[in-house]
């Protein structure tokens, strides 16, 4: 089956450590993304990777680094720097960019706590 | 600057009912508009998109929006709620010009269902 997954399910964090998150796709496509979702506030746009090498940052990128060294693989550490790390965080993909009217296609996301 | 707002964070129906739940979208050309459902700690799943074909778009589960543009808005609607409805739902626009991969998700509106 074709799709998008993520790990793990739960993540803890300790104060100052650092965390990756993962997300793989099977769907070839070319673009992927990364959301933070807190309660109210709808998705926020972290990073987003048009092609292989290459990804830019959105709105909340501080406190957050990636790397698309693999067309299927998008991994995001949440770095010691960001303070407020607990979220629900969502990975994405499109065929395409979305300014083309490409559907996004969502993982089932990670839940990052803060121990 | 594209901008999409939901009305109402929370909206309660009777099963049987029927579901209406806004959105309100601002593009200064002609939008693609989504929305998406997403259910207790699960990932978003598209009910259906409007890419400028029919005004009248049909998506999954039996829901169904119109594109109004003297309105600007497109609003999501189900003549018969069911208790499996009851999830979060999420507007969403974007455009041809939109930065990159930018797609802008509103706030979301969470639905209840009354037995």
């Known amino acids: 089956d074709g799709g998008i997954t993520q790990s793990p399910k739960y993540l803890f964090r300790k104060e100052g450590q650092n965390v990756t998150l993962s997300c793989e796709q099977n769907l070839n496509h070319d673009a992927m993304y990364w959301y933070r979702q807190d309660p109210g506030q709808g998705l926020r746009l972290i990073y987003y990777s048009q092609i292989v090498n290459d990804f830019q940052k959105g709105d909340i990128a501080e406190g957050y680094s990636v790397s698309r060294e693999k067309k299927e693989s998008f991994p995001l550490t949440v770095t010691s720097a960001q303070k407020n790390p607990t979220a629900f965080y969502l990975c994405a993909s499109s065929p395409r960019q979305v300014g083309t009217g490409e559907t996004q296609y969502f993982g089932p996301g990670t839940r990052l706590l803060v121990l | ?115």
């Not at chain 2, 409007?50 to 049909?58: E, G």
């Not at chain 2, 119109?66 to 626009?93: G, I, N, Q, W």
């Not at chain 2, 990159?100 to 009354?114: D, E, P, Q, V």
């Open chain 2, 1 to 115: 600057a594209q901008s999409v707002t939901q009305l109402g964070s929370h909206v309660s129906v009777s099963e049987g009912a029927l579901v209406l739940l806004r959105c309100n979208y601002s593009s200064s050309v002609p939008p693609y508009l989504f929305w998406y459902v997403q259910y207790p700690n699960q990932g978003l799943q598209l009910l259906l998109k409007y890419t400028s074909a029919a005004t009248l778009v049909k998506g999954i589960n039996g829901f169904e929006a119109e594109f109004k543009k003297s309105e600007t808005s497109f609003h999501l609607t189900k003549p018969s709620a069911h208790m499996r409805d009851a999830a979060e739902y999420f507007c969403a626009v974007s455009d041809e010009y939109s930065s990159a991969s930018k797609i802008i998700f509103g706030s979301g509106t969470r639905l209840s269902i009354r037995p």
